[in-house]
């Protein structure tokens, strides 16, 4: 009973103990008009009542709705997080239409976030061969989704930035000079 009045079963226990420490206690004021349990049932429940008054995650306070208004909402807008579920919606099916082999190595690596080592090991093949599966992989997710996509909404300043320079000035820092193929 004091169980599923608190919900906790460890606080639940420490109330039962304690109502027949207070039963054991007060014996000498019972005055036996009602049965023993019953008595024993209503101290629970004061104790009960007591707990969940003074419940530090039980109390809440309530604001005005005109401070509600002026807090920004924890949960996004709604429309940031309507186009991140069609991205991804995008996303995971663009993945399932790939090879088998190019989009294990896109979890492996792009999601999961292993090493180009530890994919290799884990698939059985060597390094070469994972990256060049990832490189067709992300160039074939990036045809099916469309170069031209923006980036979403959440997306920062330096990603827009990064998004106009080529490979090899996003990769040197805009030093297109600096970059040398490695083959």
């Known amino acids: 009973m004091i169980v599923r009045r608190i919900g906790h079963f460890d606080e639940a226990e420490d109330i039962a103990q304690q109502a027949f420490f207070e039963a054991a206690r007060t014996l000498d004021q019972f005055r036996g008009e009602s049965e023993l349990s019953t008595w024993l049932y209503g101290i629970a429940m004061n104790l ?76 059985d093949v060597p390094i070469g061969t994972v990256r060049s599966r990832l490189s067709r992989a992300r160039a074939a997710l990036k045809l099916k989704l469309g170069a031209t ?11 827009h930035a990064d998004a106009s320079l080529s490979a090899p000035e996003r990769y040197r820092g805009g030093r297109e000079k600096d970059f040398r193929p490695t083959y």
Not at 70 to 83: F, I, Q, V
Not at 94 to 110: F, H, I, K, T, Y
Not at 151 to 159: I, L, W
Request: net charge negative; charged share 25%; aromatic share 4%.
């Open 48 to 123: 009960i009542r007591n707990y969940l008054n003074r419940a530090p995650y039980k109390t809440c306070r309530f604001e005005p709705e005109h401070v509600l208004d002026s807090r920004p909402s924890n949960h996004g807008d709604p429309e940031s997080a309507l186009e991140l579920r069609q991205l991804l919606a995008e996303v995971t099916s663009a993945m399932d239409q790939l090879p088998a082999e190019m989009r294990e190595v896109l979890l492996l690596v792009g999601v999961h976030q292993l090493s180009y080592e530890a994919a290799a090991s884990r698939l």
């Open 149 to 159: 996509r923006m980036p979403p909404a959440s997306a920062t300043a330096t990603e």
